[in-house]
């Protein structure tokens, strides 16, 4: 379906919680297809997360700026709320807006969490800006910065008929809510590819062997070297095989389309793909529920992630796949590897 259908699924179900979460649909990932969404995916592929940008950018994500940047600022509100007044009201908003990124199935909450969120989302973008503000006020304008990317956006307003206030403060929380999405991925495949390797001592020592050969004991893991490390990447291969992190698709038909067995499907109609059954389908791979690396480098050494090989889709595929895969990859990878290499096998 994802191939020969791809085009006519290409939206997003048209669901509330989108709309009073993501401003209307501004937030591009949970968009319509249309001229917006193009612009916005575009933008997004070439200014934001293209392996050129990623370069750029790469002294934030290796490093702990990032990260910093964002613990400072919520280490600011939690110690307003011990010293109470105004605190609790902007806890409230954290706890809100930690729940919405722990909860990605945000249609499952209640019509007065959302209202609640709805406001409270307004509060935390604004937040966001502030602090993306002050970090550019308080010096490394040296470097290559997130803003950079601004002027880009400009057109957009176009586009939607908002006010270029809005474009600002929907895109880049958005992609921060992102960076904390992707943290949270992270640590959840970690604690998984940590269990799975402590379990199985062979996988582990394989793992290490391959360390040690390519990148030695007293020298830290580099982002450039990973690329030898083959059983590593077999092993987080696997991982987002078992464990998808988003184990369901969300499409809808874009325009009516009949499929090839004849059902015909009107335009609008839901579509949830199972991620998690299509990479555990035991036509395809054997044992699927055992965690076997050794498969990416044997019966599947040529199924990769990037959405062209069907039964291994983790990032999703074509028009509407993740367009942060390139940026995961590399973060997934070098996690793992740091981690690993930081243990005794
Ligand atoms: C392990 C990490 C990640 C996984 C497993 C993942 C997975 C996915 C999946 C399955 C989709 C839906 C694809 C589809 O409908 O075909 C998606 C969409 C998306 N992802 Fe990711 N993602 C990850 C990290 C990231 C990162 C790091 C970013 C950006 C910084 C990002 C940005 C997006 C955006 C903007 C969309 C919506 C695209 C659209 O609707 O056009 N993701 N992701």
């Known amino acids: 379906m994802a191939d020969n259908h791809g085009p006519a699924f290409s939206t997003r179900p048209a669901i509330t919680a989108s709309k009073l979460l993501g401003y209307h649909y501004a937030v591009f990932g949970f968009a319509p297809y249309g001229p917006y969404w193009l612009e916005m995916r575009k933008i997004t592929a070439v200014e934001l997360l293209s392996h050129y940008r990623l370069d750029m950018f790469k002294h934030i994500w290796i490093s702990e700026e990032l990260d910093a940047l964002v613990g400072g600022w919520l280490e600011e509100h939690k110690q307003k709320r011990l010293l109470g007044g105004e605190g609790n ?76 206030e809005k474009v600002l403060r929907n895109t880049i929380p ?99 793909l199972n991620i998690w059954k299509i990479q555990c389908d035991e036509r395809v791979w054997s044992d699927p529920n055992e965690f076997q690396p050794e498969r990416f480098l044997t019966s599947h050494k040529d199924t990769d992630v990037w959405g062209l090989n069907f039964e291994m889709i983790p990032f999703g595929s074509r028009r509407r796949s993740c367009p942060g895969v390139s940026l995961a990859l590399q973060m997934l990878n070098l996690t793992m590897a740091s981690l690993l290499h930081s243990f005794e096998g």
């Open 89 to 164: 009201e902007e806890q409230d908003f954290i706890d809100v807006m930690l729940n919405i990124l722990e909860d990605v199935w945000i249609f499952t909450f209640d019509a007065d969490t959302i209202n609640k969120a709805t406001s409270l989302a307004s509060t935390f973008a604004f937040q966001t800006r502030k602090a993306i503000t002050v970090t550019v006020a308080s010096g490394s304008s040296k470097r290559a910065h997130i803003l950079n990317i601004l002027p880009y956006l400009m057109p957009c307003y176009m586009f939607v008929a908002l006010k270029w």
């Open 174 to 272: 958005d992609q921060v809510r992102h960076g904390f999405n992707i943290s949270g991925k992270c640590k959840d495949l970690a604690q998984i590819f940590i269990k799975k390797l402590a379990v199985n001592l062979q996988h582990n020592l394989l793992a290490q062997e391959e360390l040690d050969i390519f990148v030695g004991k007293d020298r830290n893991v580099q982002e450039a070297g990973i690329k030898n490390l083959r059983y590593l990447q077999a092993v987080v291969k696997e991982t987002l095989r078992m464990y998808a992190p988003s184990p369901i698709l969300l499409r809808a038909a874009k325009d009516d389309c009949t499929l090839s067995n004849g059902y015909h499907v009107a335009a609008g109609t839901s579509l949830m």
